[in-house]
C-alpha cells in the first residue's frame, strides 16, 4: 500500500470506523476523521495519528471542508429518522465536488426497495443516489454485527440469557474489525469493486440457540435463547426510551430475520479483507468482560452499524 493516499472516515470511533482508522493507519496511509466533537474518544484516534476534523455529517459546509485533498472516503451514518437521505446527498456532493475517487458505504442486508423498515428503504434509496455519483461506490450490506450479542446480553448470576424476537432464523454473526478488513481494503484499491454490493458475514450461520451455546462453550457458564414476540419485543425497547423510529425499524427487521433475509454465508470477508472472520468464541474471548455483567438496553450508540 502506498502511504501517500488520503482517506476519509465518518463514525471513526464505532465499531467500524475506529479499526478502519487502525488498519490505514498501520498501513502507513493518512487518515482523516470526521468526529461530531472532538472529545476523550476522539484521543485514540489522534494517537494513532489521524488527524481529526470536527463537524456534522448533515451541515455542508463542514463535509465539503472535510473531503478537501481526500482520495476516498468512508460514509457510515446512524438510524435516525427522516435525516440519512439529507447527510447522503451532502456527502455525495461534497465528494463530487472535491474530486473523490471512491465511496465506501455503510448500508445494511435488509436495505430493499420494499423494505418495511422506514431506516432499510431509506438505505436502499441511499444506495441508489451514490450510485449516481460520478465516483467509484461499493456498499456494504452486514447481517447482525457480533456486537449485538452484547447489546441484549444478560447475566443473572450464573446463567447468560439472549432475549431477543428472533425465532428460528440463522445469521451468521460478523465483527466490526472483519467490516473494518474490507473497507480498509477496498478504499485502498477500489476499481475492482466499483458498483458492487456486498453482503458480509461472519464465519459461519447460526440460529441463536446455536449462538448461546457457542456463548456458553467458551465463556464456561450456561447460557440460553429465550425467544420472545416481536410485540413484545418492541414494547420493551419503548419502555427503555428508545425512539419510534427505532423501534420501527427493529420490529421489522425482526420479521426479516425470521424470513431468511439475515441469512447466508460466504468467503468475503476473507477474499476481500485477507483473513477469515472471528468466530462467535473468537468474539467472546476478544471480549470477554463485556458478558461479566448484564449489558441490556444500555449500549445505544452500538445500535447501528459503524
Known amino acids: 500500500m502506498s502511504n501517500e493516499k488520503l482517506f476519509l472516515i465518518t463514525a471513526p470511533t464505532g465499531n467500524t470506523g475506529a479499526p478502519t482508522v487502525e488498519i490505514l493507519r498501520e498501513a502507513g496511509h493518512r487518515v482523516r ?16 495519528g489521524a488527524e481529526l476534523v470536527e463537524g456534522d455529517l448533515l451541515d455542508f459546509r463542514s463535509v465539503s471542508a472535510a473531503m478537501t485533498g481526500v482520495d476516498a472516503a468512508y460514509f457510515c451514518y446512524p438510524i435516525a429518522p427522516g435525516t440519512l437521505l439529507a447527510a447522503t446527498a451532502i456527502f455525495a456532493q461534497a465528494a463530487s465536488e472535491a474530486g473523490v475517487d471512491a465511496v465506501v458505504n455503510m448500508s445494511q442486508i435488509s436495505a430493499r426497495r420494499d423494505a418495511k423498515s422506514n ?70 484499491n477500489p476499481a475492482p469493486h466499483d458498483r458492487q454490493v456486498y453482503p458480509l458475514v461472519g464465519d459461519h450461520e447460526l440460529d441463536h440457540y446455536g449462538i448461546a451455546n457457542e456463548i456458553a462453550e467458551t465463556v464456561g457458564f450456561p447460557v440460553r435463547y429465550e425467544p420472545v414476540s416481536i410485540p413484545a419485543f418492541a414494547a420493551g425497547l419503548t419502555a427503555a426510551g428508545f425512539p419510534e423510529f427505532f423501534v420501527q425499524h427493529i420490529s421489522s427487521v425482526a420479521q426479516d430475520y425470521q424470513d431468511g433475509i439475515f441469512a447466508g ?28 455483567h448484564d449489558g441490556r438496553f444500555v449500549r445505544r450508540g452500538q445500535l447501528k452499524a459503524s
Open 265 to 292: 454465508e460466504n468467503n468475503l470477508v476473507e477474499v476481500i479483507g485477507g483473513h477469515k472472520p472471528m468466530t462467535v468464541a473468537d468474539y467472546v474471548n476478544a471480549n470477554r468482560a463485556e458478558f461479566d
Open 33 to 48: 476523521a470526521f468526529v461530531h466533537r472532538i472529545d476523550g474518544r476522539s484521543d485514540a484516534l489522534a494517537a494513532l
Open 119 to 188: 431506516a432499510a428503504q431509506h438505505h436502499w434509496i441511499a444506495e441508489r443516489l451514490l450510485d449516481r455519483a460520478a465516483f467509484k461506490t461499493t456498499h456494504l450490506r452486514p447481517t447482525f454485527f457480533a456486537e449485538w450479542l452484547k447489546w441484549q446480553w444478560q447475566r443473572n448470576d450464573n446463567e447468560g440469557v439472549l432475549q431477543l424476537p428472533f425465532g428460528d432464523g440463522r445469521h451468521a454473526p460478523i465483527s466490526g474489525s472483519d467490516q473494518a478488513a474490507v473497507i480498509a481494503a477496498i478504499l485502498a
